[in-house]
């Protein structure tokens, strides 16, 4: 069964930085696409950024710059690195294993606030 646990969200000051886990199994992470996804109240959900087995990245113009995915594939785990956090950035963020049918983690709430 696949299984996607994230964790490493909470509440940081604007400018500050998270980094957020997920830990995989069930799933052949190293040949998998993985990808964090973002909700927030009132908006349509957003692919942040996700990375392929072959480690290529792309991020949402949002977040260019200032966040960093990256796995490590003798770990099963995916990251995303958040840093200079705004407002904004507010939501729930998923990970997800992007394939024929996409599987969610629980998702973990990141809170941007002064």
């Known amino acids: 069964q696949v299984q996607l646990v994230e964790s490493g969200g909470g509440l940081v000051q604007p400018g500050g930085s998270l980094r957020l886990s997920c830990a995989a199994s069930g799933i052949a992470f190293s040949r998998a696409t993985m990808g964090w996804y973002r909700r927030a109240p009132g908006k349509q959900r957003e692919l942040v950024a996700h990375?392929?087995?072959?480690?290529?990245?792309n991020y949402a113009h949002s977040v260019k710059g200032r966040f960093t995915i990256s796995r490590d594939n003798a770990k099963f785990t995916v990251y995303l690195q958040m840093n200079s956090l705004k407002f904004e950035d507010t939501a729930v963020y998923f990970c997800?294993?992007?394939?024929?049918?996409?599987?969610w983690g629980q998702g973990t709430q990141v809170t941007v606030s002064s």
């Open positions: 997800t294993y992007i394939s024929s049918r996409d599987y």
């Open positions: 990375i392929t087995g072959g480690g290529s990245t």
